[in-house]
């Protein structure tokens, strides 16, 4: 079993920047292909962006120039880095662990972009 453990979510205003963290609970990203996806009220899940254990990256089109992922597998942890911030990235954003059928999610944390 897997935990992910989000962090850094919160309260910006438009046009702010926040850094999300997510920490594994071991040693997986070395193997797993980890991502980041939001939730939206009223809306369905989507994915903002993923990570292989190689380094590659793949971004959601409307989001791939604002935000950026990167991983430190030394440390076990995840970051997206959230710039230009709009009222319409208000979600819930989520850490995903992922490979071949096997996914792993964390709880979540908050991102309201609002003046």
């Known amino acids: 079993q897997v935990q992910l453990v989000e962090s850094g979510g919160g309260l910006v205003q438009p046009g702010g920047s926040l850094r999300l963290s997510c920490a594994a609970s071991?040693?997986?990203?070395?193997?797993?292909?980890m991502g980041w996806y939001r939730q939206a009220p009223g809306k369905q899940r989507e994915l903002v962006a993923e990570?292989?254990?190689?380094?590659?990256?793949d971004y959601s089109d409307s989001m791939k120039d604002r935000f950026t992922i990167a991983r430190d597998n030394a440390n076990n942890t995840m970051y997206l880095q959230l710039n230009s911030l709009k009222p319409e990235d208000t979600a819930v954003y989520y850490c995903?662990?992922?490979?071949?059928?096997?996914?792993?999610w964390g709880q979540g944390t908050q991102v309201t972009v609002s003046s």
């Open positions: 990570i292989t254990p190689g380094g590659l990256t």
């Open positions: 071991r040693s997986i990203f070395g193997i797993y292909t």
């Open positions: 995903t662990a992922r490979m071949s059928t096997t996914w792993y």
